[in-house]
């Protein structure tokens, strides 16, 4: 096991072979091939979409992609308040993230917070504005959007990791972070 850079802020994730050799899989369990941290962090940073799985009233699943961005080390993304995947939220904070890269195929399992703070707001915010040009002004503790009608609110959200997993692209490489 060894431990890896942290988002900023947060305890860092140890991170050691998903595999163990009695789980007789085919994938790597040398430990030189655990993924850093930081490979995670480059590929929420870089990827445009990630897809977001939440957990319906009634128990089944419900994935949409969403466009991700990180903000302070957390992945972040935004949501209409009266969406099914906010009212999941609202309900169920329980989430699965997941994103493809060059490097990487990411799956993190966590839990989301509605970012309400005046900090968290310009944090996220700030960090969608940076990465996709998307503006967002603040106004009353709450995001919102112009939209043909007028303006449209949003809500912002951070993803709170408590397990990740990362595959090599090589197919043979698999490695478990655990925050």
Do not use: C
């Amino acid at each position: 096991m060894t431990t890896t850079a942290a988002p900023a802020g947060h305890p860092a994730p140890t991170a050691e072979l998903l595999f163990r050799p009695e789980d007789a899989t085919h994938f790597s369990l040398d430990e030189s091939t655990i993924k850093d941290w930081s490979l995670a962090e480059d590929l929420l940073r870089t990827s445009p979409k990630a897809w977001l799985s939440t957990v319906r009233a009634d128990g089944r699943p419900h994935s949409q992609p969403v466009m991700i961005t990180l903000a302070g080390g957390l992945p972040a993304f935004t949501a209409r308040p009266d969406s099914v995947k906010a009212r999941n939220l609202a309900r169920d904070g329980r989430v699965t993230l997941t994103a493809s890269g060059p490097d990487l195929d990411l799956v993190l399992e966590g839990r989301v917070e509605r970012a309400v703070s005046a900090a968290d707001l310009d944090l996220v915010a700030g960090s969608l504005l940076e990465k996709f040009d998307w503006e967002f002004p603040i106004r009353d503790g709450r995001p919102w959007q112009p939209g043909p009608d007028g303006e449209i609110e949003y809500a912002f959200y951070l993803v709170r990791p408590v397990r990740g997993y990362g595959y090599g692209v090589d197919g043979q490489t698999a490695t478990r972070w655990v925050f």
